[in-house]
């Protein structure tokens, strides 16, 4: 797959009465480089509307889109890939379905990576870094004690991800992740794309160092 820094997921609790395509536009100009459609509310109509613009959105600016959850979905409307959770389908049922499309699975434990990893995953999430309001069913805080285990121990890209704030991410990218995902601070900002950018360049600092 191509390779990743900032990976920005929808989030419309966090901005209501604007424009989920105009938030994520911002986001795109501000740097993110992958986009994931992340809508557990929706039916299925409402979020196929939403995969196929985001779709033609990402193809406008060359981003990568991932769609959650729904596998139809991702390949109804062509996206880049699919991210599972640990509780749906296995990543090899998924894999048969998708082919050669990015498959990204989260994980909570240093167990569930090496497993996602030895079944083919793209990659991995590994959080919920800090705590975090986004994910309501999601595991305690796996701090980033767990961030380093997992870049000492794992070979396929991760993306940290969980309360990570402009505030916090220096101590994410000390453990050694070089892959961020927010969603409340970045679709939450009142400066999406400043944000964005921000998030970068602490991204770039933290390579220079290594
Ligand atoms: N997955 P925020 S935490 C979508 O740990 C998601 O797998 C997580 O949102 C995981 O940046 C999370 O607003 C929510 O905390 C992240």
Known sequence: ????????????????????????????????????????????????????????????????FIVNDYIDIALEVDADGVHLGQNDVSLTEARQRVGDKIIGISTHAIEEALLAEEQGADYIGVGPVFPTKTKVDVVDPVTVDYVRQVAKKVRIPFVAIGGIKLGNVDEVLAAGATRICAVSEIVGSSDVAGTCQAFLRKLEGAGDSH
């Open 1 to 64: 797959m191509k390779d990743f820094r900032l990976y920005a997921i929808t989030g419309e609790q966090f901005h209501p009465g604007r424009d989920m395509l105009e938030v994520m536009e911002e986001a795109i100009k501000g740097g993110v480089d992958i986009i994931q459609l992340r809508d557990k509310d929706g039916s299925p109509e409402v979020v196929l509307r939403k995969a196929r613009a985001l779709r033609e959105l990402t193809r406008k600016y060359g981003v990568t």
